[in-house]
């Protein structure tokens, strides 16, 4: 990729935001669609037109969003909001701190240095960004002096990241402490989510045998269980005796409707019983549901009495009369080996993964270490395919292998467009796709609740990045200099290794700024 | 060491121990030792000398010890010592299961080979144990088909040991649980220990700030609590003033029995007021020692004050009402920050280390990795110091230094002895040293309880085993024997490896056995 491809690439973008930016401004200024633009608003009850169209532009959108106060933001959008904007000023802080000092004290050391232009070549750089090479650390000649401002500058880096990482965490856990003491108190405060229940006594139901461990345990505080069931048959019907019950109460409906009109005894609505309503006989819709609700129904309890008595899991919720109890609890062992009456926080019920929650503790281990090492593989031989796929969509083989192409892409503007993107696209949808990989791969581990397995793929992506980018591209990247080096001049290797360590600085710089 | 060595220096301690066997028969059937050998006996209130001398001989107390249940050993001297002997009896099965099945199999088929006759040297053995070699797996022709023989051995040790090992643990863990639910409840069960209390608000005391913090959390549930407090002044005073109790009891006890032999009015008992009574002004003892207690009296008072008020350290002892809950506390997180109001279980008060209680979180931390570098130091690197002092202390070196021994040591039985012993000496006085020098290390990391620390050194020295023996003496012998193989064939390094690997397990057995 040439400097005027990554520019194309760069202005491409810039026009997809400023056209997709109109769009939002005017699509947003229409009364029709607030309920698109402004849900949060209307679901808190205020007006989302409040200081009409003047105050609803896109600018004082920008504004409001500049001006609005942590509290402003918890009370509207929640904790999990504010954390993430502590999170972006904390990135937004290390790179503003480090570039207001880095940048005014290096980029002249680097560019009043001639490295590059002395030996008319420089190693790493040939064909690329010769012209920003100049204002890099590349630029300056080896053992020179000048790399002192390159070490300090690391050691400046290092020194703001711990000291704007410790004010974040100190913040975040401040926020997260309010928020678990708000007087606004929510269910999963109350309960402990419990796994790994033993075989069940005999005669004994997995109500009885949760209620009387936990009885036993918190005789003042424990409230009731709700054991985690497999309702998935009693569900199907269920529905379906709802779906039965709707289409009554709309036949009744039209059927009333219809006797008011002049017609006293009305027009007793039908329909066909066979595919869709099309075909099949024709019979008289409100005795037919009437009949069908009367057929389900039993079927139904049936059903719920064989849920309740088989199909009741290995897993229960456990609610306590105080938050401090469930809290408490769900941090203590409840049993003599780690196997049995695995305690934990109880998410949302919302968030509960609920096929995992049956899972028993010796197979979680086993899932989770299969899924350690397919993701250790994922991480560490991606390129292979990658590799592959970039290689067969270059222009050239494209050329070859779709030769009816040709026209198109001989136009140079768009020929431009296609250099600058072809190459990276298996990287981009490999990019794009591997964060839906690695969360499913977190839940099959078998981790109860979707937050948690959202940790833990950010956790598998984390080792994705740290690996890649940097142990992949700049040690990587020192070790083939090194080889290239040691190729010409076999005492060289001192050299590269010292070189390469405080660029990895600056490289760490560009790429928190360019995430 | 040559063979005859080694055969003497296990001679002479057998001799050693069937000489103390005795001593303890004789001395042990004194009737007026009884306190020193039962005192278990004397304190649970049964007769020390049941069954008379017929039952106390040492072969009695052997089938006593190897009939009673472990029911009776919790009985006696405790939980701890049930366990012990639960690893004890695994360990022995280990070596027993091992040694049935791989003693008979392995010995004669090592035997039957003649590598080290045929090659008429072994490179590991010479001029060391040539008559034991030939039952090791060092006899067997390299690449011979019997070597598959020791590689099952491998297996079967693995699969004993795991087996063995879960059965034990499940075992020692149900012991414990017994042991905590036992009717028979101990302080410590209902306390936890809180460290790195904040600092104090104003106005504020100590016992204030605990007991309403932990008010505040477990209202229902909190009894009481101790905060930590220096007391070494105040109870200097104290020990100083039950001193001139003791003495004035006694003065007194003189004067009333003189008083009753005849003369009603008695000897009033005097003593000198300098060193040791010996010197200085003679002074009636009774008078003397009242006024230095109403001297004293208020001294303690103000001294008392002052450490409630001032010595009062950043740790207390929490108790609550139930045992549930002193559990549940100490196993839950109680404030925002790692680093206050650290919460663990109380260990029973003998074994509180009172000095490391009010050191901060974070000066632990430091100090725990102070020491782990000088374990690790201690462990790789303590053979540079033993290895000079053991070349200084051969016999020829010590003949060259102190030449007035040349008379003594050239007695061949004494000469046997010496070579037997001399060259371990450092060792031996290095090993001896090394737990309680871990001991020492384990206790300044900051770690509150006695028996913490133990279990701490406990796992210093472990490493300091498997780092020593396992991969020094074999990982280090294999490495030497692959450097000189290398010197006269470089293709044979595979062949040593693999040679080595299934060897390391016969010589675990072994190292187990020693143990």
Not at 175 to 203: H, I, N, T, Y
Not at 413 to 438: C, H, M, W
Request: aromatic fraction near 12%.
């Amino acid at each position: 990729m040439d400097f005027d491809s990554f520019l194309t690439s760069l202005g491409t973008s810039f026009i997809i935001f400023v056209v997709l930016m109109c769009l939002f401004a005017w699509l947003s200024s229409k009364p029709g669609n607030t309920v698109v633009y402004y849900p949060n608003r209307i679901l808190k009850g205020l007006d989302p037109w409040e200081g009409g169209s003047r105050t609803r532009n896109p600018f004082t959108w920008i504004k409001e969003a500049m001006s609005s106060s942590e509290q402003d933001v918890i009370n509207m959008s929640g904790l999990d909001t504010a954390v993430y904007f502590v999170f972006m000023s904390t990135v937004l802080g290390i790179f503003a701190l480090s570039g207001i000092i880095l940048l005014p004290a290096l980029l002249p050391v680097a560019a009043t240095d001639d490295s590059i232009q002395a030996a008319g070549k420089n190693t790493t750089s040939i064909g690329t960004f010769n012209d920003l090479d100049k204002l890099s650390m590349g630029n300056i000649t080896a053992k020179s002096s000048r790399l002192w401002a390159f070490l300090v500058a690391t050691y400046w880096v290092s020194f703001v990241t711990y000291f704007l990482l410790w004010r974040g965490y100190k913040h975040v856990s401040e926020l997260r402490a309010d928020a678990l003491m708000s007087p606004e108190v929510r269910p999963q405060q109350f309960a402990v989510l419990v796994r790994d229940l033993p075989d069940l006594p005999k005669g004994q139901s997995r109500k009885e045998q949760v209620d009387s461990y936990f009885k036993a345990i918190y005789p003042d505080t424990f409230y009731r269980s709700m054991v985690v069931t497999n309702n998935k048959e009693a569900n199907k019907i269920y529905e379906e005796l709802e779906g039965y019950k709707k289409k009554l109460a709309r036949a009744e409906a039209v059927y009333a409707e219809s006797k008011s009109a002049g017609k006293p005894e009305g027009t007793r609505p039908t329909i066909k019983t066979g595919f869709l309503g099309l075909l099949g006989k024709r019979v008289d819709a409100i005795e037919y549901y009437n009949e069908k609700i009367k057929e389900i129904i039993p079927k139904l309890e049936a059903e719920q009495k064989i849920t309740l008595k088989e199909k009741q899991l290995g897993a229960a919720l456990v609610f306590f009369t105080s938050r401090v109890a469930a809290a408490s609890a769900a941090q203590s062992l409840h049993a003599q080996l780690v196997d049995t009456w695995t305690v934990s926080d109880a998410p949302e019920s919302r968030e509960l993964i609920w096929n995992n929650l049956n899972i028993k503790f010796f197979q979680r281990q086993i899932r989770q270490y299969v899924v350690y090492v397919i993701v250790a593989l994922t991480i560490m031989f991606y390129m292979i395919p990658i590799g592959l796929i970039s290689a067969l969509t270059t222009l050239d083989n494209l050329k070859k292998i779709l030769p009816f192409l040709k026209p198109v892409i001989n136009i140079t503007a768009l020929k431009t467009v296609l250099e600058a993107y072809l190459p990276q696209i298996a990287l981009i949808v490999f990019l794009a796709l591997l964060p839906k990989l690695l969360l499913f791969l977190s839940k099959i581990e078998g981790i109860p609740a979707v937050s948690h397995a959202v940790r833990a793929a950010s956790g598998k992506y984390f080792y994705f990045t740290v690996l890649n980018v940097f142990i992949g591209v700049t040690v990587g990247g020192t070790l083939f200099k090194t080889f290239k080096s040691i190729e010409k001049d076999p005492n060289s290797i001192v050299d590269v290794l010292a070189n390469s360590l405080p660029g990895n600085a600056t490289f760490f710089l560009t790429y928190v700024a360019l995430q």
